[in-house]
């Protein structure tokens, strides 16, 4: 006990807030009682998140379901001495979803295209009446102006999922939307989406693990070459990017590190239709030509069926695979086509011009999730992160104005003036073929006329857009460094 | 078709050197031939790695069990030219075990402290005798120089593991060491160790996990308390360093960050008997008063039994925890134990100063999985990476002069001088004790005089002394730029 004696009297003489006596501590330790007492009220907040229906000496709350670019967008936009923000997620972060595809070969660290919410507004990590809760919302209720939610305990048995409540006066639906399988069998359980960071590591994990079980003495040749072949399904911007991406990769640096397989290692890119068909046509042949030269197979095929090792296309080719990735746009998630909500075709929640839910009060739906109603003789917009911030910024405008005009409670904004609707102007799309080559189609729409160049100038600007688009400045340092280190060092392949 | 047969025209035209014509592409997929065709000798070495009995026309092969400290420095220092090196671990990198600490609370990224083995030693990925094989050792025949090896699928359903043989002509067992858990029950089931990368991403997902969880309303405050106490059994440099990171963590990034639950988060570290008992007393002093001081409640006691939510202590007294990290040193792994080879005290495997297993030929072993024969009359060195680092280089330079005296083959080493045995001469121990502070020991032993010294002088000795062993530059500028970041922008909080 020499050492605690002498532990304990230097703690007295330091006469530190903890306590200092070793039964004190055992004391302290089984019931747990606080040591460093917080100012009562604060205390109180903080023990009991207050989320029944806002009274009048309470600012009004905006509820926000979802954490991606529309969800995002809004909260930074939100003014947070107006309201206080309520945000429900499964992460506790904001995906940079166009440099996700860089992330699978490491052109660039995970965390660095991982915005946390609480440093896009820290009003909900900090504010006494505003919060941030991993969870997934499992209910909404009109009528009561509560939403239902779960929290995520992430598989971990000793954790028994918490249900609650929360009432709002703003409801702001952004919840996005899922992959779409087109109902192919097999395609959940064989195929990585990449739509989140968990996807680029799995497949990140999964590309590296390949590249070494292809070494082992005594495999065959043709498992050889299926655990290294790469099929892409999708020939949109992200199965395009990540083909580009992948081919760079096998290019420079599995030629280097894996000298001993390399040429067994393949890419296939298969799309039903045209690729990048968003696109002008001198892109879209610009795009298939670089893409073969990077050495990626372009095949057009429909896929009708996924085994765990290979698919199976509508001719009845069968094509083996080590690693599949499956980026074929996106549709509603279950859980919003199960909400009792209008729905815009597509069955996406409808929404007026002012992104309003008709025929619910306080209810607005932002981002991938929603779509202008057809009596809006609106087009249902893109899934694109611009549509979604775009709308999320409008959106963040909209409420901070109905709450100077008083709006912002419950079932008190319908005699306000909204202002002009939301207006949606395409500002262009960019992608990545592959190395220091890029697209950028500056045309508002397909009919347009407009700027769209290819080449190593449009890489550039491709870049440059992005660093400035990223968030926060400190993952604008650290994709600069990320790429700067792959530059230099190429990229890591270290499978952690 | 348009968009395909403007590929096809495309691709024809600029005759790229892969298949162009869409039934040549679905062939080319089925049968899965290679199109960019390798130099045929190279194809063939690359299609079958040999690991037969090295024929007198190849180098002799080591092989290497193992990727922790002694195995590479082992292999960074043996002579490619004379030998072709076979690496067989279940992991692809070296973790930079001084630095893991730091990355559980974000300090650091967990890439910065991973270093691919292929960057530590190229051959074994582009020479064409060398090999990385991730797979563990399942055997080892001393009379037949062979090991048997059986891959990773990590837990992938589709992937059968593959068991093949390698044959040696020396052998060197690096594996290592496993964390002891004393035969205390539940310690496997429930706490989380920190030696590997990944061991570190469970403490880091499970702290913001729990951060967030203690947030949602209507959980009691009892819960709150439990969820938020992270318990750090055992009091060496890895659960001070650890224990230190997480109070600094929780001064500035939780009270920022997390200011709902600030008040509820505590650590806790349990030591049987002294803290840092390596070190010199005043050192040991300090580190003492600066835990406390910031915050961690230092308790002296003697685990008994670990629940999924509590741990017991012999006199009766409950702790309930949400966060369990255990760290009480190391003991040789069940299959070092099961190797029918002599034995050291500890029931490592025994070596003589030369680092040799005797009674067998050709193998070696270092690091913690070996230890002094009691017939060499020399203590079993600690399980340090110093002492694994210091084998490494001396077996590397042996080897290399055995290789140049002829000895490289199995069989062929006993007619020749094997020069000065291994000598360990300690170079002292350092350890953080959270924000700027340090202990640095410089002293050979316990009993020995020597400069010690502890504070913000130490705490920068300790940074430049690991910034400058990070084995690779790369790493080195990524640590750099992690300590600036969490500096400038606080830790990352993103949960992915």
Redesign the interface.
């Known amino acids: ?4 004696g ?2 304990v009297q ?2 007295n003489v ?1 006469n ?3 306590p200092t006596n ?1 039964n004190h ?2 004391t ?3 019931h ?1 009682s ?5 100012a009562p009220a604060a ?1 109180v ?5 207050n ?1 029944a229906p806002t009274r009048p000496d309470e600012k009004p709350r905006v509820v926000v379901l979802g954490s991606g670019w529309a969800a995002c967008r809004l909260m930074k936009g939100l003014d947070t001495k107006a309201y206080d923000v309520v945000c429900v997620s499964p ?3 904001m995906v940079f979803t166009p440099l996700l595809a860089s992330t699978c070969v490491g052109t660039l ?3 660095s295209v ?3 919410i ?1 440093r896009i507004q ?1 009003a909900i ?2 504010a006494p009446g505003s ?5 997934n919302c499992t209910g909404v209720d009109p009528d009561d102006h509560s939403v239902q939610c779960e ?4 598989g ?4 028994e999922p ?1 249900k ?1 409540k ?1 009432t709002y006066d703003k409801l702001v639906v952004a919840l996005g939307a899922e992959a779409s399988t087109f109902g192919i069998h097999g395609v959940n359980e064989n195929a990585i989406f990449l739509r989140e ?2 996807h680029a ?1 799995e497949i990140r ?2 590309l ?2 390949n590249l ?2 292809s ?5 065959s ?2 498992e ?3 655990l290294l ?1 790469c099929v892409v399904v999708g020939g949109g911007p992200t199965g395009v990017e990540f083909s580009g991406e992948l081919s760079d990769f096998i290019m420079k640096d599995v030629h ?9 290692i ?1 890419v ?1 890119l298969i799309e039903a ?3 990048l068909s968003s696109f002008d046509d001198r892109l ?2 610009y795009a ?2 670089q893409l ?2 990077s ?1 990626v ?4 095929g429909v896929v009708k069926d996924v085994k ?2 290979k698919i199976i296309l509508n ?1 009845g ?4 695979y080590g690693l599949l990735v499956w980026s074929t746009g996106v549709g509603p998630s279950p859980f919003v086509r199960s909400l009792q909500l209008p729905k815009s075709p597509g069955g996406r929640i409808g929404v007026d011009e002012w992104l309003r839910v008709p025929s619910v009060r306080d209810i607005f739906a932002i981002g991938d999730c929603s779509g202008f109603l057809e009596s809006t003789g609106k087009p249902v917009l893109p899934a694109l992160a611009q549509v979604a911030e775009r709308q999320g910024k409008y959106l963040a405008e909209l409420l901070n104005s109905v709450a100077k005009a008083g709006g912002g409670r419950a079932n008190s904004i319908k005699e306000i003036a909204l202002g002009d609707p939301f207006v949606y102007r395409h500002l262009g799309s960019m992608a990545t073929v592959g190395r220091y080559k890029a697209l950028v189609d500056l045309r508002q729409s397909k009919e347009a006329k407009g700027l769209s160049l290819a080449g190593f100038t449009s890489w550039f600007i491709w870049r440059s857009a992005y660093l400035t688009r990223v968030v ?3 993952n604008r ?2 994709v600069a ?1 990320n790429w700067f ?1 792959t530059f ?2 190429g990229r ?5």
């Open positions: 006990m020499a050492w605690f002498r532990f230097l703690a330091k530190s807030a903890r070793p501590f055992l302290s330790l089984s747990f606080s040591t460093a007492g917080p205390a907040r903080s023990r009991q998140p989320l992460r506790n972060h660290e995970f965390r991982a915005e946390p609480a820290p990590s900090t919060y941030f809760f991993l969870a929290t995520v305990t992430d971990i048995s000793s954790l918490w609650f929360i960071v968990h590591q994990r999964k590296l693990l070494m079980l070494d082992v003495p005594g495999i040749e043709e050889k070459r299926r072949h280097q590190r894996y000298a001993h397989v390399k040429d067994f393949h296939t239709n045209e690729i879209r042949r298939t030509k073969t030269k050495g197979r372009l095949v057009q765990s090792q001719d080719t069968e094509v083996p926060s400045w400190r340092f650290y460094i280190t230099v060092f890591d392949i270290s499978r952690i």
